[in-house]
């Protein structure tokens, strides 16, 4: 049974969806815009879900929200988007979000406008109010909704609503945009991505969920949780994990021992 509080959220998250008759969700198969999904597709609301493909995000990642998609029977698409090919945010500014989520807004609106969908939502929670979040102001220039933060909806209510709504990702971890493992201030490339990609890749097969590989040039800084840093200081693992990242073209390999935590980067910014 539901916490009575959190019941009422999710009636007033129906309730919010159901009045916009229809909508494209922007959809990255997250646990967050996957619950937005899984509740919209409850309601009679015409639902159409996008998924950005771009060398920003894993492909695994977007082959998992395909995968959940069609679990769910809603009508999914996967776009390509070109925030790669945009100065400003290759350039890496702290508003960097900003310039993706602009382009990414501007490519839904099109795509709400020739299916005849009214309205644009996406997965913001009530938590992120708090957070250093750019691409919200990109979101409220083009009128995007987020349903789940006008419902009152946290992290740890999304996750327990997505649990007792049997989404099979309910647990999974937060999974920001590569971009985020690469300090601001320093371009932005393709083969940057790609090394990020192949070291997160790499120490997923230990079955740490939780991983960030930041990319400070030469140097790659592994973050993950303390209960970890046993596991990949063995000295067999450390040496197989230190030849590959050699391989991938880091010089030096770091463990931070501050441990994982989402945003470090932006531990820099003048709050």
């Known amino acids: 049974m539901l916490p009575a509080d959190l019941t009422a959220k999710l009636e007033q998250l129906k309730k919010n969806l159901t009045e916009l ?28 879900a996008v998924t950005a493909a771009s060398p920003t995000y894993p492909q695994a990642e977007i082959e998992a929200a395909t995968r959940l998609a069609r679990e769910l029977g809603v009508q999914h698409m996967v776009i390509n ?18 310039h993706c989520k602009k382009e990414l807004f501007a490519t839904l609106q099109e795509l709400a406008r020739e299916h005849g969908l009214k309205a644009i939502v996406d997965g913001a929670n009530a938590d992120d ?14 009128g995007v909704k987020s349903p789940l933060q006008e419902a009152g909806l946290t992290k740890d209510d999304i996750r327990q609503l997505a649990r007792h709504l ?16 690469i300090p601001y201030g320093q371009a932005i490339t393709a083969e940057k991505l790609k090394q990020v990609a192949a ?5 997923r097969q230990f079955g740490i969920k939780e991983i960030r590989v930041r990319h400070h040039g030469t140097i790659a800084r592994i973050e993950v949780n303390p209960s970890a840093f046993a596991l990949l200081i063995d000295s067999k ?11 991938l073209g880091f010089t030096y390999i770091t463990m931070d021992l501050e441990g994982f935590r989402s945003g470090s980067m932006n531990a820099v910014l003048n709050k």
Request: proline share 8%; hydrophobic share 35%; net charge negative.
């Open 21 to 48: 008759e229809s909508i494209l969700v922007a959809y990255s198969g997250g646990v967050d815009s996957s619950l937005l999904l899984k509740v919209a597709s409850t309601t009679p609301v015409k639902v159409l």
């Open 81 to 98: 988007t070109n925030e790669m090919d945009n100065p400003e945010f290759c350039a890496n500014p702290p508003e960097r979000c900003y």
């Open 129 to 142: 109010r708090s957070d250093f979040r750019p691409g919200s102001q990109a979101a409220r220039e083009y």
């Open 166 to 181: 049997g989404l099979p990702n309910w647990d999974k971890p937060s999974m920001a945009c590569l971009s985020s493992r």
């Open 199 to 203: 070291a997160e890749d790499y120490l």
């Open 237 to 247: 693992v450390r040496a197989n994990l230190v030849n590959y990242f050699h391989t």
